[in-house]
């Protein structure tokens, strides 16, 4: 049980950056849609983490050109929209642009020297944070129950962490057993639904129709700078999963070049990372609010898309291997008589 939950936290931890902690991508993929999207959204998504699950047990997850590029992508969009967030949160919170630089220099030395240390803050972070959102949600009064029901937003939705969590998901199937796997997508399901649905709230009462609506909201409630930090802490720890996940990725092509070589070795890994924020740095000065709005569905359908790909061969795999247990079993009658 505790290793399934770790699994479930896993997710949640991968999942949580600036866009969903602010509550933007919530109000760009599901506006003023009924809950009953969040709840559909919250299905797909426990489904796509089995999916995940079952491939990686049975190493079905692809790792050819086109699943690295597209992670790689989904890893540079999650690294710009965290620089362009912690610059947005910090500025709103103190009033003192660029402060955003600080956040990203610190983010560079903790990838240089390595990231271990940081999981254990988000064992800390993730609770204080849905804390958060439950007292403004409980602060805001009734629930919203209107609004329109579409299939497709919460479809689009589901898509969105599967280049990043769907993958770190995967190299975990290994250790799990089935009902080990059944009871993690559970606490996926459940948990996505609850947060969901109280984000979604917190957005619908957003009447400013702010870049972060969880900030705005918060706000008018006199939570602002409780919920700026934990926000703050959220992009920060996210970044630094993100700016790993390129540097990684650069290394790796890098490897594969002769003249590239050198930057493929360990005691380069601070030149990586500073040319690597030197390259996406000056992407994030789009903004907050317009790289989420552009690049987020793009993400989204390349996680679909991988999905209905790793679902494509693992239906193959099961059929496949009923068809050989059939061939098999029918020698043994055989045989046998």
Not at 48 to 72: E, H, Q, R, S
Not at 211 to 217: A, F, T
Not at 258 to 263: D, F, N, S, V
Request: overall charge positive; proline content about 3%.
């Amino acid at each position: 049980m505790l290793t399934a939950l770790k699994v479930t936290f896993l997710f949640i931890g991968t999942s949580i950056g600036a866009g969903f902690s602010s509550g933007r991508e919530i109000a760009l993929f599901f506006g003023d849609t009924s809950p009953w999207c969040v709840a559909l959204s919250s299905v797909f998504i426990a489904l796509i983490c089995a999916l995940f699950l079952v491939a990686g047990k049975y190493d079905l997850i692809p790792n050819n050109i086109a699943v690295k590029v597209a992670t790689f992508f989904a890893g540079a969009v999650s690294l710009v929209s965290m620089l362009a967030g912690g610059e947005k949160i910090l500025s709103d919170l103190t009033g003192v642009s660029m402060l955003g630089i600080i956040m990203t220099l610190l983010g560079a030395v903790i990838v240089t020297l390595g990231i271990e240390k940081i999981k254990w803050a988000n064992t800390i972070l993730i609770p204080l944070l849905i804390l958060m959102m439950v007292l403004i949600f409980a602060k805001l009064g009734a629930p919203v129950y209107g609004g329109s029901v579409s299939i497709l937003k919460p479809i689009h939705y589901s898509g969105l962490d599967v280049l990043l969590a769907g993958m770190v998901l995967s190299r975990e199937g290994k250790k799990l057993s089935g009902k080990q796997i059944a009871v993690a997508v559970a606490g996926i399901g459940v948990f996505m639904f609850a947060i969901l649905f109280i984000l979604q709230n917190i957005v619908l009462s957003d009447k400013m129709n702010s870049s972060m609506p969880v900030l705005g909201v918060s706000t008018e409630l006199n939570m602002r700078g409780v919920s700026g930090v934990l926000i703050a802490s959220a992009i920060f720890t996210t970044l630094i999963g993100a700016l790993e996940t390129v540097v990684v990725y650069v290394t790796e092509f890098a490897s594969k070049i002769t003249k590239l070589k050198p930057l493929a070795e360990r005691k380069n890994k601070c030149f990586v990372v500073l040319l690597s924020l030197l390259i996406f740095y000056p992407v994030s000065f789009l903004g907050f609010e317009k790289i989420v709005d552009t690049f987020y569905p793009f993400v989204s359908l390349s996680g679909i898309a991988l999905t209905l790909f790793i679902l494509f061969k693992v239906i193959m795999f099961f059929i496949k291997n009923r068809a050989h247990n059939r061939t098999r079993l029918k020698k043994v009658s055989i045989n046998s008589t």
